[in-house]
């Protein structure tokens, strides 16, 4: 039944850390950061379920882990995006290069 | 009776979550009152804790197996509880002015009851939700002024910084889970003892690499420590103190409770590379220290240089090793939070914080200058006081497994940190000033804080029998 095999889709999950991460060091916008990193966490629950899927038909944990990513992801994202307004309220910019108040 | 084995086991766990239920109680119906009666309920719920901790410490697992607690466990959660303590005492005076004095107590409470999840995790799952639990009211913490903006900045630093960190955490334990099919602590370490039979240990190699990264994030060891001083500077001071000591502390434990119980078979390449990390985090540590003026920065990057030598430790790889940690880990929290405890109280009274409004403090304010005193002694590690013998305690760990270099390297920056912090003591002792930080009466819950702090610096050195007790708890590599 199962015609694409488990290193495909690595290649695909790696592939989305690293786009993850470099968006996360090159984008200036903490929006866009913010979403960088859901990007890596997307990947981590593609490995999760692929692991589980592949490897060790006969578990559930990944498939329990990626869901409650997806549940913290979202409360994580809930606060950074409070904050983010805040910030937007004293420097009326998210641009990160801007906010550079503290500084050594 | 599951329940009862619930109860008693969780007892600690479930203690805060009756506080912060309580609270939250109390927030609906009281709303708008003065906080005072809350802050009390606060210190004796975490009062209760932290002598449970010590005095009844529960032994067992549950959740089948995801939760583990034990004499340990209980002791490192007592730390905390105890430091939660004093920084709740010393930050009432900034609190005043705070119109959301009850949201603080909440946030503490509950980043504490993720710090406890996380160091009883006997399974990434869990140990996942506890560090997220102890990550996200720690980022509301950060912002609690959210009318300042450098506390603005400060939060969203600490929060995608930690998200990021988490990222690169998760991605590690996908990846390990890939290689051993298991992610219970336990389990993991018997996969990874015959790493061939399987085939996986590349997996399992890149999922160590990966974990191992997302955590020198958390305890901000070089090179992942730029986020730490510039959330360091713009948080308040209470909240400082919170994230240089108590999540450190949390950080730090479970650490080397996951290096030492899941990955023993890595021992040799991660005891390199955490003390070449350590020997770069106090050379970094003590280069940016000597260049504050600002005390609140300069204790941010002197807290840098301790986890330095707190590496130390952890890079031995032994048992006394991991006591030494724990030692240095109570002695680090009485000397540092007497520190923040003057810093604080200065900072809310006169406004103050920059060396030179130190100068000639011993004059007008001669308890404080002394509770400073004994507190940059023992940060420093001058004899009489416990920061010596915790250092000392570290630095023998690494010489008893053979890294003699780094302890000499540790022993020089020793000697260049005395600098910055006699610098202090000079300030305050020798110079004189035309304006100096008049006289004032500092508070009762601030003289609490300074007596135990000191007490505790002072007797804690001369109390040998307590490391003894700390080696008869902790463990070696397994």
């Given amino acids: 039944m199962i015609s694409v095999p488990v290193t495909h889709i690595l290649f695909v999950s790696f592939a989305l850390f690293f786009i993850g991460a470099y968006g996360f060091f090159t984008r200036r916008n903490m929006i866009t950061m913010l979403m960088a990193v859901e990007l890596m966490l997307n990947a981590v629950n593609i490995n999760f379920i692929a692991f589980n899927r592949y490897l060790y038909p006969g578990q559930l944990e990944g498939l329990f882990f990626s869901i409650f990513i997806i549940t913290i992801a979202a409360a994580e994202a809930a606060v950074a995006i409070a904050i983010i307004i805040n910030i937007y309220r004293r420097f009326k910019t998210i641009d990160s290069d801007d906010i550079d108040s503290l500084k050594f | ?478």
Wanted: with cysteine; charged share 10%.
């Fill in chain 2, 1 to 478: 009776m599951d329940f009862i084995t619930l109860v008693s086991l969780l007892r600690m766990e479930l203690l805060l979550t009756a506080g912060l239920v309580v609270l939250l109680i109390y927030k609906i119906f009281y709303e708008g009152a003065r906080d005072k009666m809350a802050g009390w309920f606060t210190v004796s719920v975490l009062l209760g804790t932290f002598l449970c901790g010590i005095f009844l410490p529960a032994e067992g697992g549950y959740f089948g197996g995801m939760f583990i607690t034990g004499s340990l466990a209980g002791m490192e959660k007592s730390i905390l509880s105890l430091g939660s303590v004093f920084i709740i005492l010393f930050g009432r005076t900034w609190l005043e002015n705070s119109r959301h004095e009850l949201e603080f107590y909440l946030l503490i409470l509950s980043v504490l009851l993720g710090m406890f999840f996380m160091i009883s995790a006997g399974h990434l799952l869990m140990f996942y939700l506890g560090l997220e639990l102890a990550t996200l009211p720690l980022a509301a913490l950060a912002v609690f002024d959210f009318n300042k903006s450098r506390s603005s900045e400060a939060g969203v630093k600490l929060i995608l910084n930690s998200a990021f960190s988490s990222a690169l955490l998760l991605f590690g334990a996908s990846l390990v889970y890939g290689g051993s099919g298991t992610l219970y602590f336990p389990e993991l370490n018997s996969a990874i003892t015959f790493p061939a039979s399987r085939g996986s240990s590349f997996l399992l190699l890149a999922g160590f690499s990966f974990l191992f990264t997302g955590f020198a994030f958390k305890i901000s060891a070089v090179p992942f420590h730029l986020w730490t001083a510039d959330v360091y500077e713009g948080a308040p001071v209470p909240v400082t103190a919170f994230l240089s000591v108590i999540s450190k502390g949390a950080a730090l434990f479970v650490f080397v409770a996951v290096l030492y119980r899941v990955f023993p078979l890595y021992s040799e390449t991660w005891s390199l590379v955490t003390g070449l990390m350590g020997a770069l985090t106090m050379v970094i540590g003590n280069l940016f220290a000597m260049r504050q003026g600002n005390l609140k920065r300069f204790l941010a990057f002197s807290s840098i240089t301790q986890v330095g030598f707190l590496l130390v430790g952890v890079a031995s790889a032994s048992q006394l090793g991991h006591a030494a940690v724990l030692y240095f880990m109570l002695i680090y929290l009485f000397s540092n939070l007497g520190a923040f405890a003057v810093v604080s109280v200065i900072a809310d009274k006169t406004g103050k914080e920059t060396l030179s409004d130190y100068r000639g403090l011993y004059k007008t304010n001669p308890m404080l200058a002394l509770a400073l005193l004994v507190a940059l002694f023992s940060l420093a590690g001058i004899p009489p006081t416990a920061g010596f013998f915790g250092k000392l305690f570290l630095l023998n760990s690494g010489a008893s497994s053979g890294m003699i270099y780094l302890v000499i390297f540790a022993c020089m920056n020793m000697v260049v940190s005395l600098y910055y912090y006699l610098r202090v003591v000079k300030a305050m002792f020798v110079d004189t000033s035309d304006d100096p930080i008049p006289h004032f009466n500092s508070g009762l819950p601030v003289k609490i804080v300074l007596a135990c702090s000191v007490l505790g610096i002072i007797l804690l050195g001369f109390f040998g029998g307590l490391f003894d007790y700390f080696t008869s708890l902790t463990f070696g590599l397994q």
